[in-house]
């Protein structure tokens, strides 16, 4: 792909602005203040379908407290703490979507060992979704989709993903080797394997974060996609630090209600906060070598999202319902939509494409957006994106479209930090967007919230959420 770089993008924006350092988000907050509306996005198809609330388990970094769960007990944790938050009867669940990337093979549709886990009522059907990155956006939406079609009313919707215990197989010989000995009769034809066995049986698989039809790393397509569209290493770090800085002060001022204590069995204390956010001075950042391209790649372990254990769980329900029972929404779920790319080009690009698709499906304008939240897979491919959003020619060559539509107001993004700071459980992180999206809506003061994610495979999601009237920052 050859790339273009925006000639009218403003250079390095990335650093915190002082306004920002200081005061964390820019807006006043506004407790049960109704927003100052002035538009309202009529439902397509007669339900107003709400996202009533969600949370999630603190995001750790794989290797560290949640390393002796297996992953349905992590999602155990949301799935029993959204009824909790809530105060929904678990009766009242009529289904569960719930997303995975990299299956448990014991678990394999981890939504029902989950679900039940969590003391949902056997008669609750529960499927596993899987779309990479953004597999919770997918549980999210096919939910609106089940109730767009009448099936159901009220679903709980999220996903995890457990890296602290990934599933290693044995090589596709010894694979081979063992299925046969399981067929043996004879010792004499159990010998006649055991002889045929070279020391190259013996090599694992290990699982990669890695595109299947190119065998090419997330992080080395994030590398080549940085360099494609000149984001200096300078900037990658800078935004990195933003990041980190962000998340940070929403950390201390208590914005992040959608997070739930977990408490690990065996464990005296509960786990309360994400652990991998880290301020670092931008001096320190330089010094790191690079992770992927080595030497003269530019992506580094503090520019990457790294590698999380965590898990998340909304419902989802129709406003009609809602009321009917007396509760309070976050947000409308307005507009969504998937995009997808060949994955051997460029496989991160999901929201420079997601989000001009979105923007004209709902009749909003970049500036119509109070609050835009993207999933920071890596600070270079989120730079990449705003430069991609932010030329014309990218625009006119790859998405056909006369005009760029400009890169978001960076005073209006991630304002609580994102992925590289707070973690990316790949399944959990869909649901995490979207909370902060109605929550950032509510401090922030502001109607309109966008989100954008891309995934493995060259895919994407754009989502439009709209504040609900009654929602609460808690
Ligand atoms: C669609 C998508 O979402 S695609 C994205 C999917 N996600 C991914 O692909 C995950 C990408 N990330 C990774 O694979 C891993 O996190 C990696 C390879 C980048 C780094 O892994 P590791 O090398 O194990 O990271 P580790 O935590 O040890 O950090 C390496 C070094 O960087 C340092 N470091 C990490 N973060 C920071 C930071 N924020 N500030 C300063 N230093 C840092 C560490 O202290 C460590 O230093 P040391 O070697 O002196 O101890």
Excluded at 131 to 142: L, R
Excluded at 356 to 379: Q, R, S
Excluded at 408 to 431: C, E, M, Q, Y
């Amino acid at each position: 792909m050859a790339l273009c770089t925006a000639r009218n993008f403003v250079k390095s924006p990335y650093a915190l602005g002082k306004a920002q350092q200081q005061l964390g988000v820019l807006r006043a907050f506004s407790i049960g203040n109704q927003t100052n509306q002035t538009k309202t996005l009529a439902p397509k198809t007669g339900k107003n379908i709400v996202l009533l609330d969600g949370v999630r388990t603190p995001f750790l970094m794989s290797g560290t407290d949640y390393s002796k769960l297996m992953p349905h007990d992590l999602a155990k944790f949301a799935l029993s703490g959204i009824l909790k938050k809530t105060g929904v009867p678990k009766e009242m669940i009529d289904y569960i979507t719930y997303g995975t990337v990299i299956q448990e093979v014991k678990t394999s549709n981890i939504a029902r060992e989950a679900s039940l886990a969590a003391g949902y009522s056997d008669k609750t059907p529960s499927h596993t979704v899987t779309m990479a990155c953004i597999s919770s956006n997918v549980a999210i939406t096919s939910a609106i989709g089940l109730i767009n079609s009448g099936v159901y009313d009220m679903i709980v919707c999220g996903g995890v993903e457990f890296m602290s215990d990934i599933p290693i197989r044995h090589s596709r010989k010894m694979r081979s080797l063992m299925l046969r000995a399981n067929k043996a009769k004879t010792a004499g034809q159990k010998l006649a394997l055991l002889a045929s066995i070279r020391p190259d049986f013996f090599v694992p698989e290990l699982p990669a974060v890695a595109e299947f039809s190119s065998g090419e790393t997330m992080g080395h397509s994030a590398d080549r996609l940085a360099a494609a569209f000149g984001a200096t290493r300078k900037e990658q770090d800078e935004f990195a630090v933003r990041s980190h800085t962000l998340a940070k002060q929403a950390q201390d001022k208590g914005y992040l209600t959608d997070l739930i204590p977990v408490q690990v069995p065996g464990s005296t204390k509960p786990i309360t906060h994400d652990n991998g956010v880290r301020v670092s001075p931008i001096e320190k950042m330089a010094t790191l070598k690079p992770a992927f391209i080595k030497p003269h790649g530019t992506v580094t372990a503090a520019n990457s999202s790294f590698l999380t254990d965590g898990a998340s769980a909304c419902i989802v329900t129709t406003e009609e319902k809602a009321k009917q029972l007396g509760y309070k929404p976050k947000a409308y779920l307005r507009h969504f939509t998937y995009v997808s790319q060949d994955p051997v080009d460029q496989l991160l690009l999901g929201p420079a494409y997601g989000t001009p698709l979105i923007l004209e499906k709902a009749g909003l304008t970049p500036k119509d957006i109070d609050v835009w939240e993207f999933h920071e897979a890596f600070a270079g491919q989120i730079i990449a994106n705003f430069k991609a959003l932010d030329s014309t020619s990218f625009a006119q060559r790859y998405m056909n479209r006369q005009d760029k539509i400009g890169a978001p107001d960076i005073n209006k993004f991630n304002n609580w930090g994102g992925s590289l700071s707070l973690g990316h459980p790949f399944a959990a992180t869909g649901v995490r967007l979207a909370m902060h999206t109605a929550n950032r809506l509510v401090r922030e003061d502001g109607q309109f919230g966008l989100i954008a994610a891309c995934a493995a495979g060259g895919q994407g999601v754009a989502m439009i959420l709209e504040r609900h009237p009654d929602a609460h920052p808690n």
